[in-house]
């Protein structure tokens, strides 16, 4: 089937008639016009993409969206998700959620998308705070957060996107930063090119209720060594002059200077398919010691659960025929209510 469109679309394709309701500043702003200027790239018609979002300020992006979409109930986007791409396999589906509605109320539809390995694209909009309902902890806080629901400090140990993903077996599982908007166009596209679940983490702010959480990683004077830029085959080098990396003293990482003592041939070489490599950068988060990654943690490929699907249909069609609705129902014992 050719889903081109006749002709080349543009990023005003993909943006609707509605206002845009979000606090001036917000990094949601960002995030919507990455996702417009890249799905024109993507060769498809606007009818072919569907956009699902849960509860939550992230979750008003299918209205600003001109595709198909669903503004669904908190936490059930990815259900919901998984009915539409279930129901028509052909469509590019993608959720978008914020770190409340996929990781706290909707946390067992998350797992479960991911553990399918449906070829679904969830976008999490990460700000660390429940923004809509005006400033409460979220299950990303980091420990002793002071919100208007915690105001001694959140004792909650917060949850960790990519390995909450890891451990689901999320077959692609990727971050980028707001503010980092060509970055995130990469991403976008990464998502879209793979087959499978795509998890992708966007270091978000909320300047309302969080403002400054990712300071450290978007300021000028200290990104440099905040921020761990992962590429595949690439020495894990940070710092204003890439002088410092990633070194495994037997299975524990360390940060090394390069220099007389260290060269750039004890530093890491990502790969993007060694989950132990993936699973040990998820750990850097909210660990002071070691930069933040951002980009590709972990890629690789296996069957979907939607092919899976269409080839047992298949195949249960060649083997015993196509089903009878009417005679289903007729089927086994019936009676007559007069």
Not at 147 to 173: E, M, Q, R, V
Request: net charge negative.
């Amino acid at each position: 089937m050719n889903t081109s469109p006749a002709k080349p679309l543009t990023r005003a394709d993909f943006a609707s008639d509605q206002a845009v309701r979000w606090c001036p500043g917000c990094g949601d702003y960002a995030i919507l016009a990455q996702t417009q200027k890249v799905f024109p790239l993507l060769g498809l018609k606007r009818e072919d993409f569907v956009v699902v979002s849960g509860i939550g300020c992230s979750s008003r992006f299918p209205y600003y969206m001109e595709t198909y979409g669903f503004h669904s109930i908190h936490g059930r986007a990815a259900a919901i998700a998984t009915g539409v791409k279930l129901a028509n396999p052909d469509l590019s589906v993608w959720v978008i959620t914020g770190d409340g509605d996929a990781l706290s109320i909707g946390g067992n539809h998350t797992v479960h998308l991911l553990r399918r390995n449906l070829d679904i694209n969830m976008m999490l909009f990460n700000n660390r705070i429940y923004g809509l309902t005006k400033g409460q902890y979220s299950p990303t806080s980091e420990l002793g957060k002071i919100t208007k629901s915690s105001p001694y400090g959140s004792l909650d140990n917060p949850f960790n996107p990519p390995s909450f993903a890891l451990g689901a077996h999320a077959t692609f599982i990727a971050r980028t930063i707001d503010r980092e908007t060509h970055h995130m166009q990469d991403m976008l596209k990464r998502c879209y090119e793979h087959k499978g679940s795509s998890f992708l983490e966007i270091y978000q702010n909320c300047l309302i209720f969080n403002d400054g959480a990712y300071t450290p990683l978007t300021d000028r004077e200290t990104k440099s060594d905040r921020v761990l830029w992962l590429e595949h085959g690439k020495p894990m080098v940070f710092g204003k002059d890439n002088n410092k990396g990633i070194h495994l003293n037997g299975n524990v990482p360390e940060v090394i200077e390069l220099g007389s003592q260290w060269s750039i041939d004890d530093v890491v070489v990502h790969d993007e398919t060694d989950f132990i490599l993936a699973s040990m950068l998820s750990d850097f988060t909210y660990n002071d010691a070691f930069p933040d990654p951002i980009g590709v943690f972990y890629a690789i490929e296996k069957p979907t659960y939607d092919e899976l699907m269409m080839q047992q249909i298949d195949e249960v069609i060649r083997t015993e025929g196509r089903g009878d609705l009417k005679a289903l129902l007729n089927a086994g014992e019936t009676w007559l209510v007069e």
